[in-house]
Structures are given as C-alpha cells and as structure tokens.
C-alpha cells in the first residue's frame, strides 16, 4: 500500500485514529510519519512490544535448565525475547510454560471463536443422536440405539465433528 501523503513510498506506519466516535486509518510512509509528527507517537513508553511480550511470558519464569526445541533448538527464553515461535512444534514442546501465558492474555485456552459454515448444524446435529441414544439405551430400545450409533458413526467418519 502506498503512502497515502506522498503516494511515492511504501507506507509501513498504519495508525487508526478515532475522533467523536468514527474511525480513520493513516497508512504513512516513515518519511512522511516523521514530517507530521507520527514518528513520536510512541517514544517515551519505555519499552517496545517485544519487550512487554518478554515481561509477559517470563513472568515467574527463572529456570537455569535451558530447554529446547527438539526440531528448530529454540529456547522459550528465545521465545519470550523476541515474541515470536521458532517453528510448529514449540507448541507442543513448551506447551506447559506457554499455556498459562495464553491463560493470562485470552482469559481461555480453548478457541471459542467461529466455527467453519456448517458446523453448528453438525455439531447440533450430533448432541441431538447423543441424547437420542442414551434415551434408547436407557429404554432398553436397543435396535433402535443401533441405528443411531450407526448414524452417529457416519457422521464422524465424514469429519462433522471433531471429537
């Protein structure tokens, strides 16, 4: 995206201000950032955002036993430096140092967030035969179980749900 002042350079400083309620994106080149004086905009804070990732993640961490990544050999202090993951496995290799910190920044460490368009309709659809078989076992109706273990069975083995 180009500098929306000079429409020359790249901007690479993307600021959204919002006045009397209503929103307005800035995308500046630094050249032009500096001249209207965006280039200040965030000095005097005192640390940068790697820095408070840094904080934030080591947070009652202070283990000498470096350990490390068995696929890129990146330590968590790695990690919690520069904010950023060596490579897909620090996930499972620092799971247990990382979860809490994930705790404490999304108040949850599961995805609540949205699900793949026709999802909930599976996944409805699912509890509904789950409790449609545990009446019929409970009744003793047990063709009838079969038929909705069957479904239920079908219904798993074409990905409609995750479990």
């Known amino acids: 995206m180009l500098c929306q002042h000079c429409n020359k350079n790249e901007a690479n400083m993307h600021m959204k201000r919002i006045i009397n309620g209503r929103a307005a994106e800035v995308h500046l080149c630094s050249d032009c950032a500096r001249s209207l004086g965006y280039g200040e905009a965030f000095s005097g804070f005192g640390l940068g955002f790697s820095d408070f990732l840094s904080d934030f993640l080591l947070k009652g961490e202070h283990s000498s036993n470096t350990v490390r990544c068995p696929f890129c050999n990146k330590s968590f202090e790695e990690i919690a430096k520069d904010g950023k993951m060596g490579c ?28 793949p368009a ?42 409609g749900e995750n479990q």
């Open 88 to 115: 897909a496995e620090c996930y499972t290799a620092f799971y247990d140092k990382l979860l809490p910190s994930i705790q404490r920044i999304h108040g949850k460490s599961t995805h609540m967030g949205k699900k």
């Open 118 to 159: 026709g999802a909930n309709n599976a996944s409805n659809r699912l509890e509904n035969l789950k409790a449609q078989l545990e009446e019929a076992v409970r009744q003793q109706d047990f063709e009838s179980a079969v038929k909705i273990r069957d479904e239920i069975n079908s219904i798993l083995m074409a990905g």
